[in-house]
């Protein structure tokens, strides 16, 4: 990408601490984003997806503290700032749609309003004119009848609908970045297909960069620009998505989308199992963390873990001592759609 990245989240740690448990669930990250592009972080669930988004926005569980790294919004240093610093960049700055729009909006507030709400917190607009622009942003989001679904209760929406009003909260005050934390969770794929429509639709016409999250390499395939892929709280393959796609070197990303079904392939064709569980992160391996799950596994993978070595001069990096080459391409059928 051309220019500075509006995001730059450098070695991340976050550590979460129950009791005298303690656990590094976001161990040494690092990404940047920049204006109108979309990064996916993909991973299995508990892979330290979410916690990195919640890293991002300082908006930690009891126990979770930031014990290492620097992220970095437009030039300012968020690590470090007070609380109340950061409530002004949550919302302002950086939006973020949460995994379930049904809990994360108030059933007891009309959908207009909370929408509008972040418009009278951050932008001190009277009511009038912050229903002026909540109707506005429901319009851009392509909710139905806007002026009247305004006064509607979330339980009266579909989860299409929620999601979308989600969407249009989180876009209220112009953020130079949105998180979007499964956005399309829960959702059918025709539901699905439209979501991810409009956040594309968005990131070209309001120039922002977007962090999408997901455990769904078909919805990375046909909406993102760049890949992380996220493995025990570690990247462990990251580039741009048609070579992450079409060259893949780690063994868990090969994986991964080979989990994915593939609508265009041959008919006999098997969805793959990954076996067994993520390792504990309270305790993990000494080598590499994909180790004991790997058909690769050799013993320098066991004793040592590896570094994220270059692949070319595009920003492709795996983290393998044995990686693949010539993998066969599968569950590319969203990608091929769109082209």
């Given amino acids: 990408m051309v220019g500075e990245p509006i995001l730059e989240v450098r070695d991340l740690r976050t550590e979460i601490r129950d009791g005298a448990r303690s656990v590094l669930?976001?161990?040494?990250?690092?990404?940047?984003?920049?204006?109108?592009?979309?990064?996916?972080?993909?991973?299995?669930?508990?892979c330290g997806k979410t916690l990195t988004a919640r890293s991002i926005i300082g908006l930690l569980p009891p126990g979770g503290k930031i014990t290492f790294g620097s992220v970095r919004l437009a030039g300012r240093e968020l690590v470090g700032l007070p609380e109340r610093s950061l409530c002004q960049v949550r919302g302002n700055?950086?939006?973020?749609?949460?995994?379930?729009?049904?809990?994360?909006l108030n059933p007891t507030k009309r959908i207009g309003?909370?929408?509008?709400?972040?418009?009278?917190?951050h932008w001190g607009w009277d009511?009038?004119?912050?229903?002026?622009?909540?109707v506005e942003m429901l319009k851009i989001v392509e909710v139905p009848s806007a002026e009247e679904r305004y006064d509607a209760y979330p339980h009266q929406l579909s989860g299409g609908m929620r999601?979308?009003?989600?969407?249009?909260?989180?876009?209220?005050?112009?953020?130079?970045?949105?998180?979007?934390?499964?956005?399309?969770?829960?959702?059918?794929?025709?539901?699905?297909?439209?979501?991810?429509?409009v956040l594309d639709n968005l990131r070209h016409r309001l120039a922002i960069g977007i962090v999408l999250i997901t455990h769904d390499f078909g919805v990375v395939a046909s909406l993102a620009d760049r890949v992380e892929v996220m493995y025990a709280a570690r990247i462990v393959e990251e580039g741009p998505v048609e070579d992450i796609l079409e060259r893949r070197r780690h063994p868990y990303t090969d994986a991964l989308l080979r989990t994915v079904p593939n609508l265009h392939g041959e008919r006999a064709y098997r969805l793959a199992v990954i076996p067994g569980r993520p390792p504990d992160l309270?305790?993990?391996?000494?080598?590499?963390?994909?180790?004991?799950?790997?058909?690769?596994?050799?013993?320098?993978?066991?004793?040592?873990?590896?570094?994220?070595?270059?692949?070319?001069?595009?920003?492709?990096?795996?983290?393998?001592?044995?990686?693949?080459e010539g993998v066969e391409i599968r569950g590319t059928a969203e990608r091929e759609q769109r082209e």
């Fill in 25 to 46: 669930a976001v161990d040494g990250v690092s990404f940047d984003v920049h204006a109108g592009e979309i990064v996916s972080v993909v991973g299995e669930s508990g």
């Fill in 163 to 197: 999601q979308r009003v989600m969407i249009a909260g989180a876009l209220a005050c112009e953020p130079k970045i949105l998180i979007a934390d499964e956005p399309t969770t829960a959702l059918d794929v025709t539901v699905q297909a439209q979501i991810l429509s």
């Fill in 127 to 134: 009511k009038r004119r912050s229903r002026e622009r909540a």
């Fill in 113 to 121: 309003d909370q929408v509008a709400e972040t418009l009278r917190l």
């Fill in 282 to 324: 309270a305790s993990p391996p000494v080598g590499c963390r994909f180790a004991p799950r790997c058909a690769r596994v050799q013993p320098a993978c066991i004793a040592q873990e590896p570094e994220l070595h270059q692949v070319g001069d595009d920003g492709h990096r795996y983290r393998c001592f044995f990686p693949l």
């Fill in 93 to 104: 700055e950086i939006g973020m749609i949460f995994q379930d729009p049904m809990t994360s």
